[in-house]
């Protein structure tokens, strides 16, 4: 049975019809927003954006991706369920009826894999690939990716954001290798973004995700990265950053649905960036730059007027 799913929000041009939700799956509806609004407002604001019907499959999708996160939590990691239902997404993303190797049954459906196949058989191109990567991002950042050349912090950040990026395109319609492309440059920049804002709290963890190759080209070593001057070195991370988000931001004329929320999005994780700046580019420490609510308001209205760009002070 197919229901009229007619997006008539932000961005929608073209009603177009999607496959009702399976029941089991609505019912999670209040679990998943409750999960993004707490876990990750800057995306539940600009998710109010979307029209009601995509923006419940994103909620939906976002707590399948943040259960996953949580799945390989240290605290987690290793434990049975925990490996269960992180192998289930596996299978899923893979496509196999069992196990190549043995041909033993797969995992038993969880909350994940039912969402999951719920939200492919309502878009139809959603990339099981990109399921597949970011779960071995999860799995590489449990073991502590070693962060050697930039190269390396853009294939950690497309597995675990820009794989994001590909599976949000897909939910808002956008089609074609330009729209993938640039749903996944969105998704490194604001890894990288992540990366540049949480050098001071990555550090207590034990954890440095800016490349090696960066930091000695700047004469700061490793154990030194507490104390040594970051100026130019994140002054660098964030050019390399911002040249991301404008492969990105070029993408949202591609997308159907959403182009509001997105650049919404956009426009105030890259705040950030312009956050860290203002802050000193390091100079106060430990530190986590955070841009003010009122600056946040600001770049939503310069969304809904239409003058959403770099960003400022």
Aim: charge should be neutral.
């Amino acid at each position: 049975m197919c229901v009229p799913g007619t997006e008539v929000g932000a961005d929608a041009s073209t009603a177009v019809t999607t496959p009702a939700r399976d029941p089991a799956v609505e019912a999670l509806l209040p679990e998943a927003r409750a999960t993004m609004r707490r876990v990750a407002r800057t995306f539940a604001t600009a998710a109010r954006l979307l029209p009601r019907d995509v923006r419940e499959d994103t909620e939906l999708l976002y707590l399948v991706l943040r259960t996953l996160d949580d799945l390989v939590d240290l605290e987690q990691a290793g434990s049975a369920d925990a490996e269960e239902r992180l192998a289930a997404v596996e299978a899923w993303a893979a496509g196999y009826a069992s196990e190549p190797a043995t041909g033993r049954p797969l995992p038993a459906a969880t909350q994940e894999t039912r969402i999951l196949d719920d939200l492919a058989r309502r878009h139809r191109s959603l990339p099981r690939d990109a399921v597949a990567d970011f779960t071995a991002g999860m799995r590489q950042d449990l073991a502590g990716p070693r962060i050697e050349t930039e190269a390396d912090l853009d294939a950690y950040a497309y597995r675990v954001a820009g794989t994001v990026g590909r599976l949000m395109a897909a939910l808002l319609g956008g089609e074609g290798p330009g729209a993938d492309a640039a749903a996944r440059a969105l998704g490194v920049a604001m890894q990288r973004t992540n990366v540049i804002r949480d050098v001071d709290e990555d550090l207590a963890r034990g954890r440095i995700y800016l490349p090696a190759e960066a930091l000695a080209a700047h004469g700061v070593a490793p154990g030194t990265l507490a104390t040594a001057d970051r100026r130019a070195l994140l002054r660098d991370e964030i050019a390399r950053a911002d040249a991301a988000y404008d492969a990105g931001m070029a993408g949202i004329p591609l997308l159907l649905h959403g182009r509001r929320s997105v650049r919404a999005a956009a426009v105030m994780y890259r705040e950030i960036l312009r956050q860290v700046e203002r802050d000193g580019l390091g100079a106060r420490r430990p530190w986590r730059s955070v841009v003010p609510r009122g600056r946040k308001a600001v770049l939503i209205a310069g969304v809904l007027l239409g003058r959403a760009g770099r960003g400022g002070p």
